[in-house]
């Protein structure tokens, strides 16, 4: 993972310094003299050779500082802190309710092969890949708030009019139940709803035809075959199927849900979301590239995380991996 | 049909629309707090900068200035503007002479254009070269430091140190150094002028604006051997005397304002006010129409024309002093040459651009002021679509098949894509083929006052937002000044502009603004397009609303009925 995180760091600070634009121009203004932009250079260490730069940029990230954010004026860590338990909320609802809901319409579309759900769920697979998630949670945003007026304004994570919960682990629905705050726990829940939906929507698709498609490739196995024929009931043999087809179900959710966490810029933009998602695209707008080379690391160490997790996974559930070991 | 599957299914979606519902959607926000949806944040607290109309807003609720305009109601347009238009001079005197000979300013007059702000009485020498400013005492800081003559002197040294905005503003005022300051005693500074300009009035009286007034003490806390004025700290920091105290910044979600209860004209009427930042308009749209928010900034035309017809809501419109202009760079070729870009202007259908880009809410812009501002022309109407002779001076130009060019844009104006489409049409039937170049904003900063390396570009983010015929010439069409985008240059034109700031006859003067103008117009320095209007969604309930020429929100004169 080290070298994984050098690699990319060192990627993203060569292709910040190329691009186009200048941060200092930014801060200073379209009625910036050039002296006002050279002070802001100066300030934000800009005027350092890129070396230096590249240099100073290393002897912090040792230290797991990030620098400053240009644009909030405080630490770049800090702000993914404050703003990273608001994408965990809705990442973790979006996965759990895609989870819950679409992986048994799976399982039950794939042992019951004529059921109307398999009609459903062709369209739906069809659908859900082609329909963007910003798209998505617009149109849910017209139908639902401006039209029927039944779910909260997209504008952020609670009520602005409901005191926030003593934070804890900054997930307002958890800290609402640890502090059993009702009001809060209500709202939090019902705005977590729409964008949650709508990541695990466009992620359903693929978790419901991973699903079919390897429960079904099992039935037709031999070894299902030969526990029909030896008399095994229809539920044991599902089972034995089952079992085995979780390992690639198991990856691909893992790798959707990396996935998941690009799909959230999108979803935490339309609904004003406040999370780290939102402030990606707020630091890539305004060049703030303390910012951009931590979230893209930070977002990199995730994704290594989460394939080591996956393969633990994978090593728990599929004896003949522990056997090899 | 496994009934069992559907009943868990439809469980789960009546489970799903019960917590989504959970919360009322339509709850009203508390009458003394006052929510804002915008397109973004402040980019920084720095008043000495001019960032964006989102930093201007958020300057002028944590700072005052010397002075302030009057607001005045415009019956034609049913919202209250600034009283720019009382400004020739715009401050007339009570009768006979203060003790030093000087005329003191009456501010009941209905012919001043301006009432006190942080300054309380104003003495103005019968020769209008040096202004005398008593400062108005026990006026405190957000961090409880009382306003003394030392905050301003320190504040307008430090518009000098910075090189920004402020330094322009105070230039084009005829203030270029400290040596023409005097600090008379702890509440009283004076300012000499070795011109009689009243620009310098203008200037100073905006609310909160780039000339607002720094706490000085807190200010020199924070600086240091490198950074001696505090500019890294002021960049997210504010210590000022205005009405509200930035209390939450969350860069890229809000900011909220808490209203000071020591603030020197009493606790406004709004408690608190919260900006959000809700980058979709179609969300702002649908948080304005849904009662989530009370004002909606930066919607498009379309969504204007929604909001209209939605209950509860409404459109507050002004012609403002937004400027859309399609600037050649007269440094690169063919754009050097005037027949190629009076040609240009005449490839372009102003009418079109004004019915389908602007939806008909956007006005003809007349030339280099708007028409908002004493003094504005119209020069610029003399250019309309004419195929023809847009043909015969590319043809005295050397380009009788035309040529090829680049047509940038800011990818992040949702307009300015439709008109730069509109003009590739336009432009291409006589033979001017324009490739269409979108690029971020970042990047389209750097070329617009760095690299200046555009050929032709929409721009549509500009503004003088001071009144004054010389200000809006001395920002943009003056060798070297910093908004001179065009790289033009005619040194008749710099001559005025110099004259004009020193003349003392207003007839004079009025013809030498007229001259500027139409000089300016007629060598194309910018193709002037459209005044793009002042546009704010608001809930019927919200009231006080002013339109500033930096077209800004100024939430602190609203309130909720």
Known sequence: MVFVVLGISLFTFAILHLIPGDPARVVAGPAGTEEAVARVRELMGLEDPLHIQLYNFYSRLIRFDFGESWFSGKSVLQDILTRLPATVELLLSGFLFAVIVFVPLGIFTAFNPRSWTNKINRAYGLIAGSIPDFWLGLMLILIFYVIFRIVPPPLGRIDIATSVPLKITGLLVIDSLLTWKTEALFSAISYLVLPSFCLAFVMGGPIIKMTISSIRSLLDSSFIEYAKILGLKEKTRRMYALKNAAPPIVTLIGVLFNYMISGAVMIETVFSWGGLGQYAVQAIINKDYNTIQAIIIFMAVVASLIYLLIDIAYFLIDPRVQEVK | ?561
């Open chain 2, 1 to 561: 049909m496994n009934f069992r599957l559907l009943k868990v299914l439809l469980t789960i979606g009546v489970g799903l629309i019960f917590l989504a519902t959970s919360t009322s959607t339509l709850a009203v926000l508390p009458k003394d707090m006052l929510v804002i949806a915008d397109s973004s944040l402040a980019i920084n607290l720095e008043y000495d900068f001019s960032g964006s109309t989102q930093t201007a807003t958020a300057i002028s609720l944590l700072y005052d200035g010397l002075l302030d305009w009057k607001i005045v109601y415009n019956e034609e347009y049913g919202v209250s503007e600034a009283a720019y238009r009382l400004a020739t001079p715009g401050a007339h005197f009570k009768p006979g002479k203060t003790p030093r000979g000087f005329y003191e300013v009456d501010w009941e007059s209905p012919k001043t254009a301006f009432r006190p702000s942080l300054c309380e009485r104003l003495e103005i020498s019968p020769d209008w070269k040096t202004y005398v400013f008593h400062l108005r005492r026990g006026a405190k800081s957000n961090y409880g430091n009382e306003l003394t003559a030392e905050d301003v002197r320190y504040t307008w040294e430090r518009n000098f140190y910075m090189h920004g905005y402020a330094e322009y503003k105070n230039t084009a005022g005829s203030f270029y150094g400290m040596d023409q300051v005097k600090v008379l005693d702890k509440y009283t500074i004076q300012l000499t002028l070795p011109e009689p300009n009243t620009q310098i009035l203008y200037n100073r009286a905006e609310t909160g604006g780039i000339t607002s007034i720094a706490d000085s003490i807190e200010l020199k806390k924070h600086a240091t051997e490198n950074d001696p004025y505090a500019a890294k700290w002021v960049l997210k920091n504010a210590a000022g005397f205005g009405p509200y105290e930035l209390v939450e910044w969350e860069s890229g979600n809000q900011m909220v304002f808490v209203a000071r209860e020591d603030y020197y004209r009493g606790k406004p009427r709004l408690s608190k006010i919260v900006i959000k930042e809700v980058p979709t308009s179609a969300n702002r749209l649908a948080l304005l129409i849904g009662g989530a928010v009370d004002i909606a900034r930066d919607l498009t035309p379309k969504e204007r024309e929604m909001v209209k017809s939605a209950p509860g809501c409404q459109i507050l419109s002004h012609p403002g002093s937004l400027m859309t202009a399609i600037i050649t760079n007269l440094k690169m070729k063919p754009f050097d040459d005037i027949r190629v870009r009076k040609a240009m202007a005449y490839l372009i259908s102003y009418e079109d651009i004004l019915e389908t880009v602007y939806l008909g809410t956007a006005t003809r812009l007349g030339g280099p002021v708007a028409d908002i501002f004493p003094s504005a022309t119209h020069y610029a109407f003399q250019f309309d679509l004419d195929y023809e002779k847009a043909k015969e001076l590319l043809a005295e130009a050397g380009y009788p098949d035309g040529f090829e060019s680049t047509l940038f844009y800011d990818l992040t104006q949702p307009l300015s894509e439709r008109l730069a489409i509109l003009l590739r049409s336009s432009a291409a039937k006589a033979g001017v083929k324009l490739k269409l170049e979108k690029i971020p904003s970042a990047q389209f900063l750097e070329k617009l006052t760095g690299t200046k390396d555009m050929p032709i570009f929409v721009n549509e983010r500009d503004m003088p937002w001071e009144l004054g015929v010389q200000f809006a010439i001395g920002l943009y069409h003056i060798e070297g000044a910093f908004g001179n985008f065009s790289n033009y240059y005619n040194p008749r034109v710099d001559q005025l502009w110099r004259e004009i700031k020193r003349e003392e006859d207003p007839v004079k003067k009025a013809k030498m603004e007229d001259e500027i103008q139409k000089i300016v117009v007629d060598e194309v320095s910018w193709i002037f397009l459209a005044q793009q209007g002042w546009h704010v969604g608001v809930r019927d309930y919200v009231k006080g609303l002013v339109m500033y020429g930096d077209n800004a929100l100024r939430p602190q004169f609203a309130w909720k009925e």
